[in-house]
């Protein structure tokens, strides 16, 4: 849509309603500089302040000097929420209290986004009613009195509930469509298309029946306070799942948002902190308890893309777990997104094992939650001290070798070689002390791995990618970093061989990852299945196998194309996956996979049996980390090595006897303290 066809009148009052400084600052964390703002540019992966507002030259306008980006505010709301002009102007109008005075249909892609916003809006509208129904907001109601939540944060919050109804829902969007015949516009009902595109409608076996069904429902909305998914938790104890989500659409991506951002923006841009919760209830009872800047993750764990929302408007972020296994595998995941991250972050875990929600409702909660939030943890900090309890439990030289390999090649998927020089001593320093070995010989091990793609980490990094506002991101999949494409997989993610697996690595890892696909292709009702990991805890499937875990390029791209599915319990055929598949090779990989797993498992019952073992099979296999070159002669007793004559190696093998059965002491790690002509450790399937 031409700005022209809403003539300069509705938007130069829009523009000169605005004051840009303030609609930026709700945005992006902006400090004054002489008579200009600057701020970190939300357009690219910014690093240090390289975007200026300015507003003392006639008429207000953004400049980022690093991509480029250049604007007033109508360019600003397009841009940063990708809107369309109109949806641009109507937006920036109702904040300043301005009706246009021209007005359009839908039309396009921006036609498209305002009908699912809209049905999103409608659907929002109609379960606050039920909520309050009498009668059929009963059960709803009760609900959320056990857990505490008063009047006014629902209100606040926008709770609702969908009544216990196969219809109830479609019979209010007949009776509003006769109420509103004829109306067009903004005030026209969407088709039923968007109801059902933004998950509110689906098919039955008679006609189409609602979406959700006896659940109280959680608005999910966009940093305008627009309503784009909701969240629907389970009343009746025997409904599964627990918790059940809208499904990505045209407005709503989960690796993207966040829960009550729209609320907690201000707060997090004044106070210069995010705390970052792991579900609803817990950051509800969090602004209840005055909390302000508490969010939570929509059901994924946090992504990159999180981490580049939060920087701009925060200087530190503190990620609240539970202290349970599952709360600290959480928080370890957290960190792989911000480890490299220009931010501080810190882990706060909360007394007792408590979540949020129980500890602030206790007398005196609120001060025992802000004494945990002030010893939080520093990420990194975190992440040694968990090495060091690691290494401590080693019970002999061979595990204490284990735990420095997986240390070190952790840190390579980090991109620690990426970090600054001061945090990057600060690692090997603690390292170092924890070990007992010199950091020049962490160094030196640490250079042997190779980082993902086969480069090893002392290669240098190509340059970031800075994509200004006019590039177009609604094909990537903003919740992995490498944004790898299902079209051509092998382009943004190499074969196994190229990432430096050897040939039978290679083999065994791509093996166990289609044992997994295929039993998820061929019973997708199985993903739900809780798995028991090594430590004694268990996981669904879906949390343990994500994309950014299948290092093999086809491997990957099927299950990028079927995992959203699998999260939600949506059920698919491979007719649906094959048609989200571009590539020749990853069609021909799900073909093959539905076949092998239905030979495998001919019922849903077998299924579970078979996924197990593939799961832990693969998860053994990831465990398993690349030889780095850790110097084991200071970790064992030293062994002459200053000779090959006979006599010399004969007093090797006499010692390497002597120490009984201790695998270390067959061979060195590869490194610049070996041969590179010798034998080297053999890792199948690493």
């Not at 968007?194 to 109280?216: C, E, Y």
């Not at 893309?305 to 296994?325: I, N, Q, S």
């Not at 599952?326 to 909360?350: N, S, Y």
Request: with cysteine.
């Amino acid at each position: 849509m031409a700005a022209s066809s809403y003539g300069n009148s509705d938007r130069d009052r829009v523009l000169d309603a605005t004051d840009l400084v303030a609609l930026v600052g709700e945005h992006v964390q902006l400090r004054p500089k002489g008579r200009e703002h600057v701020g970190l540019c939300p357009f690219h992966d910014d690093r240090t302040p390289s975007m200026s507002v300015v507003t003392h030259k006639g008429s207000g306008f953004y400049k980022c000097f690093s991509c480029g980006a250049a604007g007033n505010a109508i360019d600003f709301m397009m841009n940063y929420h990708k809107m369309e002009f109109i949806d641009a102007l109507r937006a920036l109008a109702e904040r300043s209290g301005i009706e246009l005075r021209q007005t359009r249909g839908d039309e396009g892609a921006a036609g498209g986004r305002r009908r699912l916003l809209r049905a999103n809006a409608v659907a929002a509208s109609y379960f606050r009613k039920v909520l309050a129904h009498p009668e059929a907001g009963t059960s709803a109601r009760a609900a959320i009195e056990r857990r505490g939540i008063p009047a006014e944060m629902q209100e606040r919050f926008g709770l609702g509930a969908a009544p216990d109804s196969w219809d109830g829902f479609i019979r209010h969007l007949e009776r509003l469509r006769a109420h509103h015949a004829g109306a067009r516009g903004d005030d026209a009902l969407p088709e039923l298309e968007a109801f059902r595109a933004a998950g509110l409608v689906r098919d039955g076996r008679q006609g189409p029946i609602d979406g959700f069904r006896n659940r109280v429902m959680f608005p999910i909305c966009d940093e305008m306070g627009q309503p784009i998914a909701f969240g629907a938790r389970q009343i009746d104890p025997e409904d599964s799942p627990k918790y059940l989500n809208s499904p990505e659409s045209g407005v709503f991506h989960k690796g993207r948002g966040l829960y009550a951002i729209h609320l907690a923006k201000k707060s997090i841009i004044d106070s210069r902190t995010a705390v970052i919760c792991e579900g609803y209830t817990d950051v509800i009872a969090c602004h209840q308890a005055g909390v302000t800047n508490a969010v939570a993750t929509l059901g994924t764990a946090l992504t990159r893309d999180h981490a580049r929302m939060l920087k701009r408007m925060a200087e530190r972020v503190v990620l609240l777990f539970d202290g349970d296994a599952a709360g600290q595998r959480a928080a370890d995941r957290a960190i792989e997104v911000f480890f490299a991250e220009p931010i501080d972050v810190r882990i706060c875990t909360l007394p007792d094992g408590l979540d949020p929600d129980e500890l602030l409702r206790q007398e005196g909660g609120r001060a025992r939650f802000d004494a945990a939030l002030e010893q939080s943890e520093d990420a990194l900090r975190h992440f040694v001290r968990r090495f060091r309890q690691d290494f401590a439990a080693a019970g002999g030289l061979s595990a204490r070798q284990q735990r420095i390999e997986a240390v070190l090649a952790r840190l390579v998927e980090l991109g620690f070689r990426q970090m600054p020089g001061l945090r990057r001593t600060l690692v090997m320093s603690s390292l170092a002390a924890i070990t007992g070995l010199p950091e020049r010989e962490l160094e030196a091990a640490l250079e042997a791995v190779r980082a993902p793609g086969g480069r090893a980490v002392g290669a240098s990094a190509p340059e970031p990618r800075h994509d200004g506002p006019e590039a177009d991101h609604s094909s990537l999949d903003h919740s992995s970093p490498d944004h790898s494409s299902p079209d051509h997989p092998s382009l943004d993610h190499p074969s196994l061989e190229a990432q430096g697996f050897s040939a039978a690595q290679a083999r065994a890892r791509r093996q166990a990852e289609r044992d997994v696909l295929a039993v998820l292709l061929a019973h997708p009702g199985v993903a739900g299945e809780r798995i028991r990991l090594y430590d004694g805890s268990a996981l669904p499937a879906t949390e343990l196998l994500t994309p950014e875990a299948f290092l093999d390029p086809d491997c990957r791209s099927v299950l990028a194309a079927i995992h959203v599915w699998l999260e939600d319990g949506h059920p698919f055929t491979i007719d649906d996956a094959l048609a989200e598949l571009r590539s020749a090779s990853g069609k021909a990989a799900a073909a093959d996979l539905v076949i092998v797993g239905a030979r495998r498992a001919a019922s849903e019952n077998d299924a579970r049996a078979v996924l197990r073992e593939a799961v832990d099979a693969f998860e053994r296999i990831r465990r398993a980390r690349t030889p780095v070159a850790v110097p084991i002669g200071h970790l064992n007793p030293p062994i002459a090595r200053s000779s090959d004559e006979p006599a010399a190696l004969q007093a090797r093998l006499d010692a390497i006897r002597s120490r009984g059965r201790d695998p270390t002491a067959f061979g060195r790690l590869p490194g610049k303290h070996n041969n590179s002509s010798a034998p080297r450790p053999h890792l199948d399937g690493s």
